[in-house]
């Protein structure tokens, strides 16, 4: 992230909006660890659930179906784009779910009220005080409750990442420095260790992280170099690495898609290019 943007203006300026168009592309990559999320968090009918950064929605409006119409959800994130998105599907939504509402706040700070359940598929890895939030989100648990998310392993865990990135570098005029543990980022969360002890440190008393991996397809096309072109565009639009050239002249991003193209190219087969995904499961109560 350039300069000092905060999470607030990252996710409400044009990465915001970029995934807001792109909803449908980033549900279909994320599909089978979506999957693996609930089926680990074992929602009851009748449950409140705060959904921790929902972005567009899908899964609070996954866990509405899971809670049925007795149970409430609640989703909430920092960004306003991503929001408008969510709001938008809630009249898709159907028979029997649970009612949702999507507000925009900060779980770090906000008073949301009392929950049975939260859960979060990539969301809580950019809290800039993860000690203050995780606390906050214990405070707003009723007794019994249980928080589950999903947050990256390390990058070399993950081909999905690490292949686009590999094939970038190369090109960059200079390397980007390693990120630090305590900033906000993607794979801030990859030592199990340290995520257990901060979790322990707000209150939590039972914490286990799970290691889960599932194939991802990052592009489908109707041929092997049309998925890779598809998957070439996810990786520096929708990924991490797409950070590494949102600020590149147009000549280098075009070298840097030809290049990721060309890598990606290796993993298409049958007009679909997977790669492995590797996620801690995390469950906290």
């Known amino acids: 992230m350039a300069g000092d943007i905060t999470q607030i203006e990252y996710w409400n300026g044009e990465v915001g909006a970029r995934w807001a168009r792109n909803q449908a592309v980033l549900d279909a990559v994320f599909a089978p ?12 009918p009748g449950a409140s659930v705060l959904d921790i950064g929902c972005g567009s929605g899908t899964t609070s409006l996954e866990a509405a179906q899971r809670v049925g119409a007795a149970g409430a959800v609640m989703g909430a994130d920092i960004s306003a ?5 969510a709001r938008s599907r809630l009249g898709a939504q159907a028979p029997g779910a649970a009612p949702v509402t999507f507000v925009e706040a900060d779980v770090e700070h906000a ?5 049975d359940a939260a859960l979060s598929r990539f969301g809580v890895m950019f809290f800039p005080d993860s000690d203050r939030a995780f606390a906050n989100l214990r405070r707003m648990l009723r007794p019994g409750g249980r928080l589950t998310f999903l947050c990256w392993r390390a990058l070399p865990e993950n081909p999905w990442v ?10 960059l005029p200079e390397v980007p420095p390693p990120v630090s543990p305590d900033t906000p980022g993607p794979f801030r969360f990859a030592d199990p260790d340290h995520l257990a002890g901060l979790l ?9 992280c799970e290691a889960v991996d599932r ?24 990924g991490p690495s797409a950070r590494l050239v949102r600020e590149a002249e147009p000549d280098l991003r075009a070298r840097a ?7 990606l190219r290796g993993y298409a087969v049958g007009g679909a290019v997977r790669l492995r995904a590797a996620c801690w499961l995390v469950q906290a109560g």
């Not at 690490?162 to 090109?171: D, G, I, K, M, S």
């Not at 096309?221 to 598809?230: I, M, P, R, V």
Request: glycine fraction near 12%; aromatic fraction near 4%.
């Open 111 to 115: 008073d949301l009220g009392g929950f």
């Open 257 to 263: 898609e030809a290049a990721v193209t060309e890598a």
């Open 33 to 44: 660890l979506t999957e693996a999320l609930f089926d680990r968090a074992g929602l009851s």
């Open 162 to 171: 690490q292949v686009p990135r590999e094939a970038v570098l190369p090109l």
């Open 81 to 85: 784009p991503l929001l408008a998105v």
């Open 200 to 208: 322990r440190g707000a209150g939590f008393g039972t914490v286990a």
């Open 215 to 238: 194939d991802v397809v990052l592009g489908r096309g109707e041929s092997d170099a049309a998925a890779a072109e598809a998957a070439a565009h996810v990786a520096l639009n929708l």
